[in-house]
């Protein structure tokens, strides 16, 4: 569907095209006069190409991962900013071009502007985004697990600074059409859930916990090299995947790696083992997705027909 903006400049395109097909037309009493009009009018107006832009799904909700396709596009790649990021747009096929974005879990509901770039022509698009409704959970760690030493501060923090440098690399793309959740088991805490733990400690879950017994094989998401596999205080065993474009896929708790940094790995590949190492209680899999920054809910990544 096109917005009321697309259609005016649709619209405009039509007229134009119009108005040089009248140019062309009256002048048809001499064939040299209308060689060399129609000669002029390829110099002066550069031909505008008919594409299609779609921001897919166009109703999505509070931290959810969106993918904008353009179609129709015989020349050069499409540009698109969208919240003062760049979205990365990679091919889709021939003159299709697609890019994945996010909204954070704290972006107000409402419409959000996307603006779009191909050659010459500019278009706007608009995203709806809803309000989520998250549930609150209750859970008991042990008091180790919940109160800090400096020392333990001090490697929180340094933890914080490391991964925080990992979100900052945009390489280029590895992910290979639709993401997959890594586990085929139900969930135990979803994405957005707040916890109250040891009724105190109030946290946002910023991932998809996945029900999984010990040892069970965990798999890669989508194609991907692997950044990361470190024994983290929060995270435990922690498993990252860089898709290129600013897209990570994170996997927590684990009792085991199965590849190491630097490999490449095939989307559904066994990258590692279910545990319940650093803070978890139980065995699970926190399963998280960032997009350019952005914490986005896995599931709807993973909805995605890319
Ligand atoms: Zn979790």
Same mark, same amino acid.
């Not at 299609?52 to 166009?58: G, R, T, W």
């Not at 010459?120 to 608009?126: D, N, P, W």
């Not at 042990?142 to 690399?169: A, C, G, H, M, Y």
């Not at 040891?198 to 946290?203: A, L, P, Q, R, Y």
């Given at each position: 569907?096109?917005?009321g903006?697309? $259609?005016?400049?649709?619209m *405009?395109t039509?007229?134009?095209?119009?108005? /040089?097909? !009248?140019?062309?037309? +009256?002048?048809?009493?001499?064939?040299l006069?209308?060689?060399?009009?129609?000669?002029l009018i390829?110099?002066?107006?550069?031909?505008?190409e008919a594409f299609q832009a779609?921001?897919?799904?166009?109703?999505?909700?509070q931290g959810?991962?969106?993918?904008?396709?353009?179609?129709?596009?015989?020349?050069?790649?499409?540009?698109?900013?969208f919240?003062?990021?760049?979205?990365?747009?990679?091919?889709c096929?021939?003159?299709?071009?697609v890019?994945?974005?996010?909204?954070?879990?704290?972006s107000?509901p409402?419409?959000?502007?996307?603006?779009? $770039?191909t050659?010459k022509? *500019?278009?706007?698009?608009r995203?709806?985004? /809803?309000? !989520?409704?998250?549930? +609150?959970?209750h859970?008991?760690?042990?008091?180790?697990k919940v109160?800090?030493?400096?020392?333990?501060?001090?490697?929180?923090?340094?933890?914080?600074?490391?991964?925080?440098?990992?979100?900052?690399?945009e390489?280029?793309?590895?992910?290979?059409?639709?993401?997959?959740?890594p586990l085929?088991?139900?969930?135990?805490?979803?994405?957005g859930?707040?916890?109250i733990?040891?009724?105190k400690?109030?946290s946002?879950?910023?991932?998809?916990?996945i029900?999984?017994?010990?040892?069970e094989?965990?798999q890669?998401?989508n194609?991907?090299?692997?950044?990361?596999t470190?024994e983290l205080?929060?995270?435990?065993?922690?498993?990252?995947?860089?898709h290129g474009?600013?897209?990570?896929?994170?996997?927590?708790?684990?009792?085991?790696?199965?590849?190491?940094?630097?490999?490449?790995?095939?989307?559904?590949?066994?990258?590692?083992f279910v545990?319940?190492?650093?803070?978890?209680?139980?065995?699970h899999?926190?399963f998280?997705?960032?997009?350019?920054r952005?914490?986005?809910?896995?599931?709807?990544?993973?909805?995605?027909?890319?």
């Amino acid at each position: 569907m096109l917005t009321g903006e697309e $259609k005016n400049t649709a619209m *405009k395109t039509i007229m134009r095209h119009r108005f /040089l097909n !009248s140019l062309i037309t +009256t002048s048809s009493g001499s064939s040299l006069l209308s060689l060399l009009l129609i000669f002029l009018i390829t110099l002066l107006a550069p031909h505008a190409e008919a594409f299609q832009a779609k921001v897919l799904p166009s109703n999505i909700h509070q931290g959810d991962a969106f993918m904008l396709r353009v179609t129709g596009l015989d020349t050069a790649e499409p540009s698109a900013v969208f919240e003062k990021k760049a979205l990365h747009f990679s091919k889709c096929g021939k003159g299709c071009f697609v890019a994945i974005g996010a909204v954070d879990i704290k972006s107000r509901p409402g419409v959000y502007r996307i603006s779009l $770039k191909t050659g010459k022509q *500019k278009a706007e698009l608009r995203l709806h985004v /809803l309000k !989520s409704s998250f549930k +609150t959970t209750h859970l008991t760690l042990p008091e180790e697990k919940v109160t800090f030493s400096p020392e333990d501060l001090v490697r929180i923090n340094r933890e914080d600074d490391l991964l925080d440098s990992i979100w900052q690399i945009e390489s280029e793309r590895l992910w290979d059409g639709s993401f997959i959740l890594p586990l085929p088991n139900p969930f135990s805490t979803p994405f957005g859930a707040k916890r109250i733990i040891n009724k105190k400690t109030v946290s946002l879950h910023r991932g998809l916990d996945i029900q999984g017994k010990a040892g069970e094989a965990i798999q890669a998401s989508n194609r991907g090299r692997v950044v990361l596999t470190e024994e983290l205080f929060f995270g435990g065993n922690t498993l990252i995947l860089d898709h290129g474009q600013g897209i990570f896929t994170v996997y927590m708790h684990m009792s085991g790696f199965n590849v190491q940094p630097g490999n490449i790995v095939s989307k559904s590949d066994v990258i590692g083992f279910v545990g319940s190492t650093g803070r978890s209680s139980g065995p699970h899999l926190h399963f998280g997705v960032k997009v350019m920054r952005v914490n986005a809910n896995p599931v709807s990544i993973a909805g995605l027909k890319l």
